[in-house]
């Protein structure tokens, strides 16, 4: 006798192994598998985060993130989820759903546990273009309230088959507008309401000065997790059958690429203008081919992620360039990479992306043809789709976030708030 | 490469689709190695990180291969008594290598968690003797008793003891055997006060590092949770995202009452508390989440932080060192998630996960359960403790005894590295 | 998700399920490169940190350009003849697009291999030149030979050669073109005493670093060596479980005994010498897993373990400096990897394998399959590395002679970083 079963009897397993049951169970394996790779994610956010900012502040950032986790799925658990997915008898139109809260319907459990990891990401998005000088009660208001309302709702919008976006035939494959555009463009309503942080700007000249990452060995640790974790984030949304799992392939294949080839031209670019190779910029170059990949990788044809990536290294570097022009401090450049990156991928999702490729995921809806295919309509959909998610996020972001004190910006956070900096074995120069 | 050809049957299909789900998840188990070697490694001071990623290393490697030879046979061989299996040692005849190979991931995980609590100051070598105890030995007998079909403890009762992924077997033994070992061994020099035997702060060298080991844990923990139902098939996947969901919010709600308990109590945001509030949360829904509603999960997750807080706010009052925290979060968060089950898993799910007997009406004591299922729990529980406390005992003892336990004063003073071929960070200076 | 009407055959299943097993291989392939890239950064001095991060980081995006550019159609493109491919380039015209996933992230990791052999001396432009070489001429040929279903190597003797998961064309690969540059180069300033030769250790700035890096291999190592099932149905996933069980099996056996034998030499616990001692395992089960008893993978484990040292040993007595160690993990036991297979296959496996062909009575010598297989064996390692030493002495003369190879001293003595932006830990002082 095999004593190998722990819970279960296989003969005594009711065999409904129908071709139905059988694709069913697979959807279920590849999101829940999917997930954990984007939960996974927060360690590359907290680790990118972490070794941008100063040595002074890493605790506090790396706690933030935790917090967010945390935070975050009790309330789009509690609330979250029911706006965004409510799919009981209840109140849904093509702009909210309602109000099964704090109950979830046992078939939601997978697409629970996906959509909060979702929601998460964009989070801690927020979390990198506010660091260093946010109050402690402030993060925990904002990462209460975009989990339980503002998430939710262009989550409903975009992703839900009831949602106004969704039946105007908005293109989003992995998150661009969801969760990049929705994180990018909070944290830099955040970030321009707080201004800059200390000593950031000269004052006289107003020129921004450096204030050197502390540890960007951790930054690439970071780095290389998304590099990983965004193949979990990517070919989520849509399970997977044969058609699917080609539209998955091919989305790692164009998510590769467009990361590769967007690191590739930051890094000649930076090359040209400053005859450095920077680590930041390469990390940051790499995320952002990523980030513009996720409106449309599984519906391209490989060869369009080249310009994709090529555009999005652009996109990333003037942009950056811009906001510290106008002397915006966004000190992991979150901005830069989620929210310019979101929009420009949102773009190329109505220029690139082949309609059969997409008619044979999106269901019951009519989908336009893209830009190369000849149509423009689809265009101006992404583009309302874009603006949309910005106004929404701008518009909740008005309430006053509380800044620290100067001196305990000078100090630290790790020193006043979190009982000593990260090591005590390393002498900050 | 493109060496096989394809020939299948859909009989076969659905088993292969189980078992990938079960390999995928091992990969995870094994990959919380990489999570436990940070945690403990952050967890440290600089001149231990050396020391103690090289016992986690032997831990893992050691305990793997005696795990395969002894341990496994012993824990599910083929021809077990009520006691223990007796045969297919070294694997010899045993074909289900997918479940060998998950169970092999846990038992790993369960010999990692004593390193952490004797960090800084044992000897490195002294590893190498409890990794081989551990995994010969209390391990595997513990496994067969709560696991196996034929276990004692399994058969107990209505239902027999319930725990589902190894809050008992990997969590409370790990935990148990490690906290005989640090009170064995005595706390680190430098703790407690040497007048008044107040606790003294020895914070570990990188906040950071530890940090991204509970995210690792986190991540290879569902795989450790939901690999659990060894397959997707015959509605398993939905006890699967089940057990993802409730997880997940048991987790994440001790992190948060951690959080807001030492905020509310000492004004400060902790890191390093809250990190171990979300691990204690994950052990707490090894046992039960597969049995719970997501409501139960939250008042786990709740409770558990403060089982957590408790005991380690204990142990300092007993002068107690444990430098990871590890007796308070896997064995006391063990313990409660094991009871858990007896108070929170529902009708309707117990019978899902318990499809070989007839239906039960014996569950959870607040889900209308009966107080049976509880009082089984319990009596696993103070079993298991004993068999660890025991053999835990009688091993650190005799290791004490031929003083090849703890290292002398001047070495731990100077830092264990210096046995390992120089500080870890031999570029920086440390202060 | 909430998108799909379910609407399938049966067949479509099958093939969708084996698409998402290679699929989630090739994620965790790619993710062995963070593990590199870790590893390499916490091997070399601070100084040196954020220039091979770069190297690496580069390597891999560039590689993968060439490699789905021109690589990938000289390995696996349509109508190739026993020396090549000779279409598909940029994919056009290909639609496995499973496959070439995972094909490329195979060779990003044959690619990311050669920068830690040179790492510490070399200018990070080079770092491109040889990315394009080998991503475009050196890996692709010897993959089109081992694993093209035309390749010669494949169709010499009664199997042909077997490399299941990339012993010789990964492994072998790598390490012979890094040794070769490392040689060419010369070694690190300060390796080697002037005057007597010895060498003088140069100790990585951080072992936590590249602890976490072996980790992480390690568990990317579970999508490789797995993965070349490519897929799970009509038995292939007993094929993956083995795979998983001797892998595993061979890398603690190789840790274990690489930890021993140095403890028992020198009577250190050399961290950074046991975690080789783990690669060098899971380098040398990768061409032989899927084709082993446990039994044979300790075997194969506890020679790996030897195998590295010695190689080890001998490179420093030659005074070549290779400061990963990135030669005799990869190239020495890689090639003892793919020998193994000659020794160990037992009949039952390398039919399941072989499946395309008549039941072969021909495999590994110690199981009774006769010394043919070995023979075929050796022939492929000769000529991989033949291969490998003529294309990689010209190109990295060539680059020596136009000196765009090697650092000039005084920005070496100042570290490498000092041209990627000024150092990698600037709040940190460095001594």
Known sequence: ?429 | MEYLELNATSDSFVAAVDDMWVLNATYLVFYTQAGFCMLEAGVVRAKNAKSIIIKSIIDTAIGSLIFWAIGFAISFGANGNFFMGLSQFFLIGYTNLTFFAYQWAFSATSITIVSGSLAERVHINSCLIYTVVMSAIIYPFAAHWVWAQSGWLRKIGTNGIIDFSGGIVVHMVGGAVGLVGTYIVGPRIGRFDSESGKPKPLPGHSITLSTLGAFIIWYGSYGFNTGSTLGISGGRIEVASRSAVTMTITATASCATTLLAIKVYSGKYDVAKSVNGLLGGLVASSASCSMIEPWGAFVIGCVAAFVYLGSSHLLLKKRIDDPLDNGPIHYSCGVWGALAVGLFATEKDVNKILILRNPTHTYGLFTGGGIEQLGVQLLGVAVVTLWCVVTATILFYLMRKFNVLRIDPTRELMGIDMDAGGPAYPNFQNI
């Not at chain 1, 080249?306 to 002397?327: E, H, N, P």
């Not at chain 1, 630290?412 to 990260?422: C, L, N, P, T």
């Open chain 1, 1 to 429: 006798q095999q004593d190998d079963n722990v819970w279960y009897d296989s003969s005594n397993i009711p065999s409904y192994a129908t071709a139905k049951r059988i694709n069913q169970i697979l959807d279920y394996n590849w999101v829940l598998r999917s997930s954990y790779l984007v939960i996974f994610m927060q360690a590359g956010f907290s680790f990118l985060e972490a070794g941008m900012v100063r040595g002074k502040n890493t605790k506090n950032i790396l706690f933030k993130n935790l917090i967010t986790t945390a935070l975050g799925a009790i309330f789009f658990f509690g609330l979250g989820y029911s706006f965004a997915f409510d799919q009981g008898k209840n109140y849904s139109n093509s702009f909210v759903a309602c109000c099964s809260f704090f109950t979830l319907r046992e078939e939601d459990y997978y697409s629970w546990v996906s959509k909060w990891a979702f929601s998460s990401i964009a989070c801690t998005i927020i979390n990198g273009s506010v660091s260093e000088r946010t109050k402690m009660i402030a993060y925990l208001i904002l990462n209460s309230i975009v989990p339980s309302i503002v998430y939710p709702l262009v989550a409903h919008w975009v992703w839900n088959q009831t949602g106004w976006l969704y039946q105007l035939g908005v293109i989003d494959y992995g998150g661009a507008m969801v969760v990049h555009i929705l994180g990018g463009s909070i944290g830099l309503v955040g970030t321009i309401i707080l201004g800059p942080r200390l000593g950031k700007f000269d004052l006289e000249t107003g020129r921004p000065l450096v204030l050197a990452e502390h540890n960007i060995v951790l930054s690439s640790i970071g780095g290389m997790i998304l590099w990983f974790t965004f193949y979990g984030l990517h070919p989520m949304l849509f399970g997977i059958d044969i058609n699917k799992g080609v539209i998955a392939s091919r989305g790692a294949i164009s998510t590769t690429l467009s990361g590769s080839i967007s690191m590739v031209t930051s890094v000649i670019v930076t090359l040209i203008t400053s005859k450095k190779y920077d680590l930041k910029i390469v990390i940051n170059g790499l995320l952002s081919g990523f980030v513009a990949a996720s409106s449309c990788a599984g519906f391209i044809e490989p060869f369009y992620s080249i310009i994709i990536g090529v555009g999005s290294a652009i996109v990333y570097l003037s942009f950056s360039k811009m906001l510290l022009r106008y002397q915006v401090d966004d000190p992991c450049q979150s901005a830069s990479v989620h929210l310019a990156n979101g929009i420009w991928g949102s773009i190329c999702a109505s220029l690139f992306s082949n309609r059969d490729l997409v008619d044979s995921v999106y269901q019951n809806r009519t989908n336009y043809l893209s830009v190369i295919q000849g149509g423009f309509k689809l265009l101006f959909i992404q583009l309302i789709g874009i603006g949309a998610t910005i106004i929404w996020c701008v518009i909740l972001k008005r309430y006053q976030l509380l800044r620290i004190d100067s001196d305990v910006e000078l100090t630290g956070m790790d020193i006043r708030h979190h009982g000593g900096a990260i090591g005590p074995y390393h002498r900050p120069s």
